[in-house]
């Protein structure tokens, strides 16, 4: 290496040009990281099933979705019709079971959230994001496994939040692909 003293001037002058810009990419990116509304993590399928209060399969019938500005987000609330022909987890006494499938349509909701600006400029911690959400909506007459969180944690809401006894879908990938069954698989 050639000492910086043995350079012409012109070439240290862009020489410390160079290193007083890395200098700053090195300190800006770890405060820009810090600034951008954290996202929710992928959760692995153990991690999905234990977190979850029930685990069912079946069809989605219908999607509905309503989208919204709340603030500086944008705030999507999505619900499914799905017509449940497998259940894989269910609390004891709540009549679910892999015998006793429920009665009628169950309705699964789950929201995105996405910052409509890219960086968080308030005080206190960014709240978590579904923005980049890697998990897909499902469509009516796909086949899915869903993990659902009833009063309990889906990844957004705490227990306390989602107390009202509606299913909400686990966060950000509590929706599963299924294969189609063949017709009469599944006598219901």
Known sequence: MIPLGDLPARARGRMRLVLAALLLVCAAVPVAASLAAPEIPMRPPEMLRSGATHVVTGTVQ???LSEERDGRWDVGEHVAELRVDGVEKAPQGSGWS?????????YVRWMTRAFRKRWWWSDGTPPLSSAGHRGWTPEPGQRVRVYLARR???GFHSADENGDGGFNVLH???FERLELEAPGDHAR
């Open 172 to 174: 950000p990938n509590g």
């Open 152 to 154: 309990a944690n889906d």
């Open 98 to 106: 892999s015998e006793v499938l429920p009665e009628g349509p169950v």
């Open 62 to 64: 219908r999607v509905y």
